[in-house]
């Protein structure tokens, strides 16, 4: 069984969860983050998934109602979403291992063998199967998901020491000063939220840490450092079962948690050959198929002729006599006459006045950008009317626009 954790804020991308949980948020033209965890448990074979929901849940719960509804009963299959219902006592999910004693009842009416809890809110293409083949050749009590990064970049992971066979010796939850690697001092390996258990040996530890008042029912600050000093932890690889298309030269994980993150991902996403490949037909992102018309470019005159280079445009959209360059649209984005668009995430529903010149920013979902309207032209500008962030990236939202009408 999987059992995905998607109740997290997401704080860090600001006004983009405001009224939806991180999980939730749009990305890649198509999806929603969570979708890639769902896929990779759907194509690494697993049948069985759970996905706890809390915090802003409606989105996310009805992408998962429209998108994830194809699991079937009959066929030894199914497909739980699980918010907070204060199933054990009168508190909420408290904290990740919280999210998954609390649905323990459920869990053992499946009688998994295994379970790979998951974190909701990253990106990446991952065949869990192998990490499950380890598990259990290992002998593991607990085995833990884990990729290099710089030790400057890993003071928000939970961080491992290991030995030779990559047995885990130590554990420290968002260190302030990480600790490298034995060969890589400049490298940290960083916990990527993802855990393999025996359901029996999974539940056992809930139990007892339910019963420890001194508990924050957190995985990394609790069950995971308890299992590396009482049991057997053992590290996986995120090298040994990443899963890279013929054009996918490096392994490809990314935590979109801020503004600029999750930009950067999504503009990569219109490079001639792209980091992360979405096009590979032998590991598909499964997402809501959103029914909708084709794009459509319209107008072929002189500076009104409907175009789009190095970019990406999803169903529904319409450029009429607009020009755009290193730019996403999702569904439904309609840009009118004359607008000039550059590295730009433009989110479902959005409308682009006549006229307008965007550079560098993210549209929210629904905005409606008056004619005329410049924005990456100007910094200080910029920073008065919209959020700006260090790399000057400008997020745009319906109530941001609403101000400047005032």
């Given amino acids: ?41 759907i194509n690494s074979g697993i049948r069985r998934i759970g996905v706890a929901t809390q915090y ?41 291992a919280d999210a998954v004693y609390q649905n323990i ?18 990106i990446y293409k991952m ?8 598990h259990v050749e290992s002998g593991a009590d607990v ?37 490298g690697m034995p060969d890589q001092p400049d490298m940290a390996l960083a916990s990527m939220g993802i ?7 999974l539940i056992d530890q809930l139990r007892r840490d339910a019963a420890d008042v001194n508990s924050s029912r957190d995985f990394g600050h609790d069950i995971i450092p308890y299992m590396v000093q009482n049991g057997r932890a053992v590290a996986h690889r995120f090298s040994r079962s990443c899963v890279r298309s013929p054009t996918e030269k490096q392994s490809y994980w ?42 459509k470019f319209v107008h072929d005159e002189i500076g009104r002729r409907g175009e789009a280079v ?13 020009r755009l360059r290193r730019t996403l649209l999702f569904t439904g984005v309609h840009v009118h006459s004359y607008a000039q668009v550059e590295n730009a995430l433009i989110l479902p529903d959005a409308d682009i006045g006549r006229g307008a010149r965007l550079r560098n920013v993210i549209v929210e979902k629904g905005v409606r950008i008056p004619p005329g309207l410049v924005v990456g032209e100007d910094p200080d500008d910029d920073a008065r009317r919209f959020r700006r962030t260090e790399k000057g990236i400008c997020l745009i939202t319906p109530a941001m626009i609403e101000r400047l009408a005032e």
């Fill in 195 to 201: 855990y393999v258990f025996a359901t029996g040996v």
């Fill in 105 to 122: 009842d459920i869990i053992e009416s499946y009688s998994p063998q295994f379970i790979v809890v998951l974190a909701g809110d990253h």
């Fill in 254 to 295: 990314r935590d979109v948690g801020t503004i600029d993150a999750y930009w950067e991902a999504n503009i990569d996403l219109t490079d001639v050959v792209p980091a992360l490949d979405l096009f590979d037909r032998d590991w598909p992102i499964w997402t809501y198929a959103e029914i909708s018309p084709p794009a």
């Fill in 56 to 96: 802003k849940a409606h989105s996310l719960i009805r992408h998962l109602q429209r998108g994830w509804n194809f699991l079937r009963p009959e066929r030894n299959e199914s497909f739980d979403i699980l918010p907070a219902s204060q199933r054990f006592g009168d508190n909420w999910y408290v904290g990740t």
């Fill in 143 to 179: 085995t833990v998901g884990c990729i290099e990064v710089p030790r400057v970049d890993a003071r928000g992971f939970g961080v491992m020491f290991v030995d030779k066979d990559d047995r885990i010796t130590e554990f420290v939850e968002k260190p302030a000063d990480p600790p």
């Fill in 310 to 322: 190095s970019s990406l445009v999803s169903g529904g959209c319409i450029i009429s006599g607009a």
């Fill in 127 to 134: 065949d869990y199967e192998l990490m499950l083949a380890q």
């Fill in 1 to 41: 069984m999987a059992y995905v954790l998607a109740g997290g804020r997401g704080s860090r991308l600001q006004e983009l969860t405001a009224v939806r949980a991180k999980p939730a948020v749009f990305f890649g033209g198509k999806s929603r983050i969570i979708d890639f965890a769902l896929s990779n448990a």
